[in-house]
């Protein structure tokens, strides 16, 4: 079956980096884009960008130009997403999420990771 | 951008009820490309609906979507006890190129 496990939480001081991983399983890697969308406490979802693992291409949300990547090991079947520069406003649950194939612009996403909550504290 | 707005912000049902949520977006959505998202506690969002109307694999026919342009509905005939959660629409397709909305709570009345 069709499964994206991410890394453990992780708390990280403002002004850092923090590298979240999805390991997936269950299906072809390279054939299916990887999102990464993010929730605050008691918040709704925010959309951070998309991965194509195939090719290594990319497309962020405008809010995080700059400031994410993401990348992948397809030898592994995982995708990363690093987020820098972090500042309280980023604490936040992050999951990735993989999106429907067959398509040039971004879908529904059809499996999620379990999160990774990311705590951004002095 | 496309915003969409979700209402009620909570709805309280009783179970065996039925369930009427609401997304509009600011702008027509091209071919419907609505999703609908269910999301429990401590959990990642469930893919429920996809396209405005089409059931994801393995969701039951008690949840069915409906709408097109920037009106869509998603209905719950008959809740069960499991049903109550959070619901998010989300668009795709549009500038940028996803958003959701805010959420709708559906409470045990």
């Known amino acids: 079956q069709v499964q994206l496990v991410q890394s453990g939480a992780e708390v990280k001081k403002p002004g850092a980096s923090v590298k979240v991983s999805c390991k997936t399983s269950g299906y072809a890697f390279t054939s299916y884009d990887i999102n990464w969308v993010r929730q605050a406490s008691g918040q709704g979802l925010e959309w951070m960008g998309w991965?194509?693992?195939?090719?290594?291409?990319?497309g962020y949300a405008q809010k995080f130009q700059g400031r994410v990547s993401m990348t992948r090991n397809n030898s592994i079947n995982t995708a990363y997403m690093e987020l820098s520069s972090l500042r309280s406003e980023d604490t936040a649950v992050y999951y990735c999420?993989?999106?429907?194939?067959?398509?040039?612009?971004?879908?529904?996403?059809?499996?999620w990771g379990q999160g990774t909550l990311v705590t951004v504290s002095s | 951008e496309i915003v969409l707005t979700q209402s009620p912000g909570t709805l309280s049902l009783s179970p065996g009820e039925r369930a009427t949520l609401s997304c509009r977006a600011s702008q027509r959505l091209t071919n419907n490309y609505l999703a609908w998202y269910q999301q429990k506690p401590g959990q990642a969002p469930r893919l429920l609906i996809y396209?405005?109307?089409s059931r994801a694999t393995g969701i039951p026919d008690r949840f069915s979507g409906s709408g097109s342009g920037t009106d869509f509905t998603l209905t719950i005939s008959g809740l069960e006890p499991e049903d109550f959660a959070v619901y998010y629409c989300?668009?795709?397709?549009?500038?940028?190129?996803?958003?959701f909305g805010q959420g709708t709570r559906l409470e045990i009345k």
């Open positions: 396209g405005a109307s």
């Open positions: 989300q668009q795709y397709g549009g500038s940028p190129p996803t958003t």
């Open positions: 991965m194509n693992p195939n090719s290594g291409n990319t």
């Open positions: 999420a993989r999106e429907t194939p067959g398509s040039p612009r971004v879908d529904w996403f059809d499996h």
